[in-house]
């Protein structure tokens, strides 16, 4: 297989990027982090999920003439990998224990000749003696240790056999290592540079913020009948739903195949082989959902899974954000839903209290204690998760989770708090939210007979509100300071001097009810691009997959096949154009798809030119999108008010600016980014999109070029 030249230059890397990975700019931190491994510097690389992690190895191993050797974690993401890189023309392998004696010795014999570029192995195979060996005899430019996040105790899935990986370090002094991850708090990313014996890591953290992520809190009253509500609307769609115990996965997944969904169970009761099958089933689209516990999950490599539905409540904000990162890999819109009751809590406090040492359950307790905030609370969901990574948020309001979305209704709490610190007062001894709420309640339970309280003033005060809304209630009074809460392991409710000073009506209390939000928020299909030739281009895309054997994201991603469908590309030089679509994909798939795109055409002669949002530019709907950006709507928050996609609420608000309607284009576009829009403009003409997109690269979006665009049309007028 052919190689690159092994210049260092910016152009040079520029070149490879296009020609293999088919993108022509790098995206945030990476450029950065590539830089340093060149430089054979030490790295700790925090990225989200989806920010391009592996091209910071993949791409210094094309630029240099020895071999790079990746730690991971999982034989499925491996081969994945592999797979992936082979599509895209770059000579790797991987080694482990599936691998037949015959082809680990070809993999070895072509390590030694130097003919490979990358190597995949686990952490159990890299520190052996016998394969360290191996390796001392070759030219090993790069270390590259996935998932690092295991290494650390205090991560999320620590892996013991991580902590001998120290040894490659001692065994390969001057060679470079670069350890990734996608979730890791301060205290994790010290930890792993010290368990590694990283030398002065370059420490690249990127933003914890993933855009196209909604994340919605619900609260879980029949489950079942809420997770087939959301699939049903959803059909087409791969996800996954997490569960506490085997039990509820098995139960789930049959209730789901029983009601027409076609679902696989996965946790660490199923055979190897039959969780390897699963796994390969999703990610070859056989199989849409999968139900499964935290077994599931860490390294798949599957980018166009849409939704992530958490049906128990997760132990800790760091486990719930790596398993909802595992959602819109591909950038694009997805769903992470969770259904939360207070009773779920119960589930959690038997794992922590399993645990064996002291200190280890406090902490958990503490962990709980956060998520549990963040489901019951109010403020932007976003904003706490990346609190929670040392992130601070810089805008006012995400515009993608539930509550910002659709804010809580506020009201005057004033005699609610009043009614709750008055139970409290009368208990003569401190008792949890629950029990609380029961009392308030009037509920005829054995343990309130018994403590006498009964007959207390307070009891049954509060029939008129239901058990939830009062656990709600006295959540949010502890979150403001209203109540306080004592106790690790059984947290209980007590008075302070705030809730003093409201008894005695000198403090007014503000609190907040929840709203349902609709399920479905991303954009109608078929809005901004042709939906016919989408689904004919997938179907295409199946095809070959099955005949090459390969998962189909690994062909084109839906982003990918999405952009074919808006531009209709008519030669191979506006294919290479397209974002994914590098010299080798070009050349084994391209004359496939440009045919198939012919025909679509010329069977639909309405399809003869890229779509500008159809219907979606009728006069009634521009005026719906004009009423709602004069409320001060956000083009993000219209395209979700009004279930369109952002590209097709670009066009109408495009229209109206050439319309002649005086909305400023500072709102829309930033001034730096306006100066060189207006520039490219100027070098390339305003009539071809795809063309301004491709000369300014991903850091300006279509609908940036078309406001700016539009202005610039209206001011020559």
């Given at each position: 297989?052919?190689?690159?030249?092994?210049?260092?230059?910016?152009?040079?890397?520029?070149?490879?990027?296009?020609?293999?990975?088919?993108?022509?700019?790098?995206?945030?931190?990476?450029?950065?982090?590539?830089?340093?491994?060149?430089?054979?510097?030490?790295?700790?690389?925090?990225?989200?999920?989806?920010?391009?992690?592996?091209?910071?190895?993949?791409?210094?191993a094309l630029l240099q003439d020895g071999l790079t050797v990746v730690v991971s974690p999982l034989i499925a993401l491996m081969k994945d990998q592999v797979d992936g890189l082979?599509?895209?023309?770059?000579?790797?392998?991987?080694?482990?224990?599936?691998?037949?004696?015959?082809?680990?010795?070809?993999?070895?014999?072509?390590?030694?000749?130097?003919?490979?570029?990358?190597?995949?192995?686990?952490?159990?195979?890299?520190?052996?003696?016998?394969?360290?060996?191996?390796?001392?005899?070759?030219?090993?430019?790069?270390?590259?240790?996935?998932?690092?996040?295991?290494?650390?105790?205090?991560?999320?899935?620590?892996?013991?056999?991580?902590?001998?990986?120290?040894?490659?370090?001692?065994?390969?002094?001057?060679?470079?290592?670069?350890?990734?991850?996608?979730?890791?708090?301060?205290?994790?990313?010290?930890?792993?540079?010290?368990?590694?014996?990283?030398?002065?890591?370059?420490?690249?953290?990127?933003?914890?913020?993933?855009?196209?992520?909604?994340?919605?809190?619900?609260?879980?009253?029949?489950?079942?009948?809420?997770?087939?509500?959301?699939?049903?609307?959803?059909?087409?769609?791969?996800?996954?739903?997490?569960?506490?115990?085997?039990?509820?996965?098995?139960?789930?997944?049959?209730?789901?195949?029983?009601?027409?969904?076609?679902?696989?169970?996965?946790?660490?009761?199923?055979?190897?082989?039959?969780?390897?099958?699963?796994?390969?089933?999703?990610?070859?689209?056989?199989?849409?959902?999968?139900?499964?516990?935290?077994?599931?999950?860490?390294?798949?490599?599957?980018?166009?899974?849409?939704?992530?539905?958490?049906?128990?409540?997760?132990?800790?904000?760091?486990?719930?954000?790596?398993?909802?990162?595992?959602?819109?890999?591909?950038?694009?819109?997805?769903?992470?839903?969770?259904?939360?009751?207070?009773?779920?809590?119960?589930?959690?406090?038997?794992?922590?209290?399993?645990?064996?040492?002291?200190?280890?359950?406090?902490?958990?307790?503490?962990?709980?204690?956060?998520?549990?905030?963040?489901?019951?609370?109010?403020?932007?969901?976003?904003?706490?998760?990346?609190?929670?990574?040392?992130?601070?948020?810089?805008?006012?309001?995400?515009?993608?989770?539930?509550?910002?979305?659709?804010?809580?209704?506020?009201?005057?709490?004033?005699?609610?708090?009043?009614?709750?610190?008055?139970?409290?007062?009368?208990?003569?001894?401190?008792?949890?939210?629950?029990?609380?709420?029961?009392?308030?309640?009037?509920?005829?339970?054995?343990?309130?007979r018994e403590r006498g309280h009964t007959t207390i003033p307070a009891y049954g005060s509060g029939r008129w509100r239901t058990r939830n809304q009062w656990t709600d209630y006295?959540?949010?009074?502890?979150?403001?300071?209203?109540?306080?809460?004592?106790?690790?392991?059984?947290?209980?409710?007590?008075?302070?001097?705030?809730?003093?000073?409201?008894?005695?009506?000198?403090?007014?209390?503000?609190?907040?009810?929840?709203?349902?939000?609709?399920?479905?928020?991303?954009?109608?299909?078929?809005?901004?691009?042709?939906?016919?030739?989408?689904?004919?281009?997938?179907?295409?895309?199946?095809?070959?997959?099955?005949?090459?054997?390969?998962?189909?994201?690994?062909?084109?991603?839906?982003?990918?096949?999405?952009?074919?469908?808006?531009?209709?590309?008519?030669?191979?030089?506006?294919?290479?154009?397209?974002?994914?679509?590098?010299?080798?994909?070009?050349?084994?798939?391209?004359?496939?798809?440009?045919?198939?795109?012919?025909?679509?055409?010329?069977?639909?002669?309405?399809?003869?030119?890229?779509?500008?949002?159809?219907?979606?530019?009728?006069?009634?709907?521009?005026?719906?999108?004009?009423?709602?950006?004069?409320?001060?709507?956000?083009?993000?928050?219209?395209?979700?008010?009004?279930?369109?996609?952002?590209?097709?609420?670009?066009?109408?608000?495009?229209?109206?600016?050439?319309?002649?309607?005086?909305?400023?284009?500072?709102?829309?576009?930033?001034?730096?980014?306006?100066?060189?829009?207006?520039?490219?403009?100027?070098?390339?003409?305003?009539?071809?999109?795809?063309?301004?997109?491709?000369?300014?690269?991903?850091?300006?979006?279509?609908?940036?070029?078309?406001?700016?665009?539009?202005?610039?049309?209206?001011?020559?007028?």
């Open positions: 297989m052919e190689r690159p030249p092994d210049a260092l230059e910016r152009r040079d890397a520029c070149r490879v990027l296009k020609r293999y990975f088919g993108y022509t700019s790098f995206l945030p931190h990476q450029e950065e982090i590539i830089r340093a491994v060149l430089e054979g510097r030490d790295v700790l690389a925090v990225i989200a999920t989806g920010g391009g992690k592996s091209l910071c190895y993949q791409l210094p082979r599509e895209c023309g770059v000579a790797a392998a991987h080694l482990n224990s599936t691998l037949a004696f015959e082809e680990r010795v070809r993999i070895e014999e072509d390590l030694r000749r130097g003919t490979l570029n990358i190597l995949y192995v686990s952490p159990e195979k890299v520190v052996q003696p016998g394969f360290r060996q191996l390796l001392q005899g070759l030219k090993i430019d790069l270390v590259a240790i996935d998932e690092a996040h295991c290494i650390s105790q205090w991560g999320h899935e620590f892996r013991p056999e991580y902590r001998q990986l120290a040894l490659l370090k001692r065994t390969f002094p001057k060679t470079p290592v670069i350890a990734l991850t996608a979730t890791a708090t301060p205290a994790v990313r010290r930890d792993i540079c010290e368990q590694l014996h990283l030398d002065s890591p370059v420490m690249c953290v990127g933003s914890f913020l993933r855009r196209n992520l909604h994340y919605r809190v619900v609260p879980k009253s029949s489950a079942y009948a809420q997770i087939v509500g959301y699939l049903a609307k959803h059909r087409a769609d791969s996800g996954i739903i997490y569960c506490t115990s085997k039990k509820t996965v098995g139960d789930l997944a049959q209730k789901l195949n029983r009601d027409g969904f076609l679902a696989q169970p996965y946790h660490a009761g199923l055979d190897a082989r039959v969780r390897s099958r699963t796994q390969e089933r999703f990610i070859r689209d056989s199989v849409r959902i999968i139900v499964a516990t935290v077994a599931f999950g860490m390294g798949i490599d599957k980018p166009d899974v849409r939704f992530v539905i958490h049906y128990d409540l997760p132990q800790t904000l760091e486990q719930y954000y790596q398993e909802t990162g595992r959602a819109g890999r591909d950038g694009e819109k997805s769903d992470c839903m969770l259904l939360y009751s207070r009773g779920d809590r119960a589930k959690v406090q038997y794992f922590i209290e399993k645990k064996s040492s002291e200190a280890e359950k406090r902490v958990a307790r503490r962990k709980m204690a956060e998520m549990i905030e963040f489901c019951e609370s109010g403020s932007c969901r976003v904003r706490m998760l990346l609190r929670y990574f040392g992130e601070e948020l810089s805008s006012e309001s995400c515009g993608t989770c539930d509550n910002c979305l659709e804010p809580r209704r506020t009201f005057d709490g004033t005699e609610i708090a009043r009614t709750v610190i008055a139970c409290v007062s009368q208990f003569g001894a401190p008792f949890g939210a629950g029990y609380l709420a029961d009392v308030l309640r009037g509920a005829k339970s054995a343990k309130i006295i959540g949010e009074l502890v979150r403001k300071g209203y109540l306080s809460v004592e106790g690790d392991r059984y947290p209980v409710i007590v008075l302070n001097a705030q809730s003093r000073a409201v008894a005695e009506g000198r403090m007014e209390v503000v609190l907040s009810e929840r709203r349902e939000v609709p399920a479905a928020h991303r954009g109608s299909a078929g809005e901004g691009y042709d939906a016919a030739l989408f689904a004919c281009l997938k179907d295409l895309r199946s095809d070959l997959s099955r005949e090459e054997g390969v998962a189909p994201f690994m062909i084109f991603s839906d982003a990918t096949l999405r952009e074919m469908a808006a531009v209709l590309p008519r030669t191979r030089e506006d294919l290479l154009a397209i974002r994914g679509i590098g010299a080798h994909k070009l050349r084994n798939y391209g004359d496939a798809f440009l045919a198939a795109i012919v025909e679509h055409r010329d069977a639909r002669p309405e399809a003869s030119a890229p779509l500008q949002g159809g219907t979606a530019l009728a006069p009634d709907s521009i005026a719906t999108t004009l009423a709602l950006y004069r409320r001060g709507y956000t083009v993000r928050e219209i395209a979700y008010a009004r279930e369109m996609a952002e590209e097709t609420v670009g066009a109408q608000i495009e229209a109206i600016i050439m319309g002649g309607e005086a909305i400023s284009l500072d709102d829309l576009v930033m001034h730096a980014k306006q100066e060189a829009i207006r520039d490219a403009i100027a070098r390339c003409g305003p009539g071809n999109l795809r063309l301004l997109k491709s000369h300014l690269g991903d850091r300006y979006s279509y609908n940036e070029i078309r406001f700016v665009r539009a202005w610039m049309a209206v001011r020559a007028q």
